[in-house]
């Protein structure tokens, strides 16, 4: 995280100016003669070029709470966050930042089974760009919030699931970023720590926190972001309000669904992607 070029100078919080990135993916290899049938019987498979952001420019400005929604598959918009984040690098066009972009990515692995969990939180915290006595002064912040006392000298491969997820965010949290970028981890936990979330980030974004959040229940989404950025095969394609941009992708609120359609259970809560 330190070594991202942050613009103190810059008007907006985050800016991309004609951002592309193209990233090479195994695709299985085609064609009916006999090399090629044992090619793909031994999942032999060739690195073609792929492009996952094509041409994006848009600004986000100081205490925006933005939504992320894309239209069909690779819409890209993990792509995007880690791009605002500088965990990516662009082929083409510029990001610049303000500020330092603190992302929460759900799908990426940081708690480590192996270590403590007082090691996690250091560790976590260091990638994130704090220092050792920073996180020091926020520990016991840290560990009231997330409810670790009982667990903090343990290996986090012995605490359940919930508890690791609630490591990770609430360290993320105690960097006390301005801008965070949120892949499906805004709310999280039981319904007590939900709550907790949503007093949290609630009281961010009235401080003038900017956040930019992507894969996130479209009702979570509609309460908490005003602005909604649409993407289709890696292209921006609208900016608009962050209801226009559920209508656009088809994405129904609770609220909007017919009262006789069966709520669609949660799958997120049993992913341990921590």
């Known amino acids: 995280m330190a070594r991202v070029h942050l613009d103190p100078h810059l008007d907006h919080q985050v800016e991309f100016e004609a951002v592309s990135l193209t990233v090479l993916r195994a695709q299985r290899r085609k064609g009916s003669g006999r090399g090629d049938r044992l090619r793909r019987m031994a999942s032999e498979t060739r690195r073609v070029a792929h492009p996952v952001i ?4 848009v600004v986000i400005e100081p205490g925006e709470c933005v939504g992320l929604v894309g239209r069909g598959r690779d819409a890209g918009l993990i792509e995007v966050l880690r791009l605002s984040a500088g965990t990516l690098i662009p082929d083409e066009g510029v990001v610049r930042r303000r500020e330092a972009v603190i992302p929460i990515l759900r799908r990426v692995g940081l708690v480590n089974g192996g270590l403590t969990v007082r090691q996690n939180i250091y560790v976590i915290g260091i990638l994130l760009g704090m220092s050792p006595d920073q996180i020091t002064a926020e520990l016991d912040w840290i560990v009231e ?20 997820r609630r490591i990770a965010w609430t360290v993320a949290m105690a960097t006390r970023s301005r801008t965070f970028a949120i892949h499906g981890a805004l709310i999280m936990g039981d319904e007590q720590y939900r709550e907790f979330c949503w007093s949290h980030v ?15 229940a479209p009702d979570e989404l509609e309460r908490f972001c005003e602005r909604g950025l649409v993407f289709e095969n890696g292209r921006l394609i609208a ?3 962050m209801t226009e941009a559920l209508a656009m992708t088809g994405r129904r609120t609770r609220d909007n669904e017919d009262d006789n359609t069966p709520d669609e259970p949660d799958v997120r809560e049993d992913i341990d992607d921590w």
């Open 54 to 57: 094509q041409d994006v420019s």
């Open 145 to 164: 919030s997330a409810g670790l006392a009982r667990f903090l000298d343990t290996y986090a491969r012995t605490c359940p699931p919930p508890l690791r």
């Open 202 to 216: 609630e009281s961010l974004k009235a401080d003038g926190v900017t956040f930019l959040i992507a894969d996130q």
């Open 239 to 241: 900016d608009t309000s």
